[in-house]
Nanobody
Framework: QVQLEESGGGLVQAGGSLTLSCAAS????????MGWYRQVPGNQRELVAA???????TYADSVKGRFTISREAVDNAVYLQMNDLKPEDTAVYYC?????????????WGQGTQVTVSS
């Protein structure tokens, strides 16, 4: 059973930086996607950034140029470096892993970590 453990959230002033980390435990084989989503109460969870196991990354338009996603294959870890944070980045950030077995997709989620950006 795969589990995701996140760390790195907190309170930061606007313009500051934070790095989120997520480590996946368990056996992960083949092509997969690891990424970060965020959610504000009352809103849907939205994709922030994701990276395939081949290293192809995608970002939400709102974070392009400010956030960088990276992966550590050996540790099955994913990181999100967040720079120039804005109050609108305040949300609970969730780590996500997607694995594929044939046509079957399996999503795994972390417990979430709060990021609060003060103005």
């Amino acid at each position: 059973q795969v589990q995701l453990e996140e760390s790195g959230g907190g309170l930061v002033q606007a313009g500051g930086s934070l790095t989120l980390s997520c480590a996946a435990s368990g056996s992960i084989f083949g092509f997969n996607v690891m990424g970060w989503y965020r959610q504000v109460p009352g809103n849907q969870r939205e994709l922030v950034a994701a990276s395939t196991s081949f290293g192809v990354a995608t970002y939400a338009d709102s974070v392009k140029g400010r956030f960088t996603i990276s992966r550590e294959a050996v540790d099955n870890a994913v990181y999100l470096q967040m720079n120039d944070l804005k109050p609108e980045d305040t949300a609970v950030y969730y780590c996500n892993l997607v694995t594929f077995a044939g046509s079957q997709r399996q999503d795994y989620w972390g417990q979430g970590t709060q990021v609060t950006v003060s103005s």
